[in-house]
Nanobody, 126 residues
Framework: QVQLVESGGGLVQAGGSLRLSCAAS????????MGWFRQAPGKEREFAAA????????GYADSVKGRFTISRDNAKNTVYLQMNSLKPEDTGVYYC???????????????????WGQGTQVTVSS
């Protein structure tokens, strides 16, 4: 079992920055690849970023590459998403997710993640 709690969302102007945090509990957190997904109103949930269990590998959606940075601190059981140069199209609910343990590669398919947080709202005004 892994419990995930996101924080750090809010309202920001275009061009601004936010840092999301995902606090995890559970014995398997440090051995799991982790991901951030987002869902805009009326749209499907989409992949944003992923990080390997060690933090040595990261992957990003093309829409956020160069602006977002995913990181983790296994000693603190926390995953972060630093978001810079935010755009109005980045608005949505951001979810932290833990990937199923048998996947060793990074992944962008939400069906391969089995634990999810409740989400945190990010709103970017123009």
């Amino acid at each position: 079992q892994v419990q995930l709690v996101e924080s750090g969302g809010g309202l920001v102007q275009a061009g601004g920055s936010l840092r999301l945090s995902c606090a995890a509990s559970g014995r398997t957190f440090s051995s799991r690849n982790m991901g951030w997904f987002r869902q805009a109103p009326g749209k499907e949930r989409e992949f944003a970023a992923a990080i390997s269990w060690s933090g040595g590998r990261t992957g990003y959606a093309d829409s956020v590459k160069g602006r977002f940075t995913i990181s983790r601190d296994n000693a603190k059981n926390t995953v972060y998403l630093q978001m810079n140069s935010l755009k109005p199209e980045d608005t949505g609910v951001y979810y932290c997710a833990a990937r199923q343990t048998h996947f060793t590669a990074l992944g962008s398919d939400y069906a391969e993640y089995d634990y999810w947080g409740q989400g945190t709202q990010v709103t970017v005004s123009s």
